[in-house]
């Protein structure tokens, strides 16, 4: 039996897996995700789920291999990780009773015969309007940083969200239908 390597350091997509009763190691690959902030979200994130998986696939002989890279998008706005406070406070103001977009890219490939999979899921997400006072509480508990959109639905930001129109999971980190992919890779 293949073993699965999640080639991520989220806790995030580590517990999507767990909670879908998925054994797998971690391989975090670490890519500096700002080289490829000039191509279209799309293009961005499957290239970035790619070269993750890709760093992982040399480490792991006779695996399957799982990269995932997630962004948000405002208008035509990109909104990464937030590298200060004073970023993540900006970019939830500039959310507050708006809808964006969660994008997810995601590779997976099987290190034996090289089978690769790249495609990607897309989440519209609406914030309610947020007082001032809402953003710099969240903003102070330090659970931004290292979110893309400086926000995580399954925590307190969900009391943010006014609609969302698609796969919830993929907001989270993971979209579902990795689960229906890793099948046809011989992960159950």
Known sequence: MKHLILASSSKRREQI????????????SNIAEDR???????????????????????KFPNSIILGAD??????????????????????LKSLSG??????TGFTITNSSDGKTLTSHE????TFRKLSEEEINNYVGHGEVMDKAGA??????????????EGDYLNVVGLPSKVF?????FGIA
């Open 36 to 58: 490829f902030n000039h191509l279209n979200p799309i293009k961005m994130v499957e290239t970035l789920s790619f070269l993750k998986a890709k760093k992982a696939f040399e």
């Open 151 to 164: 926000y995580a639905i399954q925590e307190e930001a969900g009391e943010f969200v006014e609609k969302i």
């Open 98 to 103: 708006k809808t964006h977009k969660v994008i």
């Open 180 to 184: 229906d992919h890793l099948k046809s």
């Open 122 to 125: 897309i989440t519209k997400v």
């Open 70 to 91: 997630t962004t948000v998008v405002l208008g035509k706005k990109i909104l990464g990780k937030p590298k200060s406070s004073t970023e993540a406070y900006k970019m």
């Open 17 to 28: 897996l767990r909670n879908h009763g998925i054994k797998f190691k971690i391989s975090p």
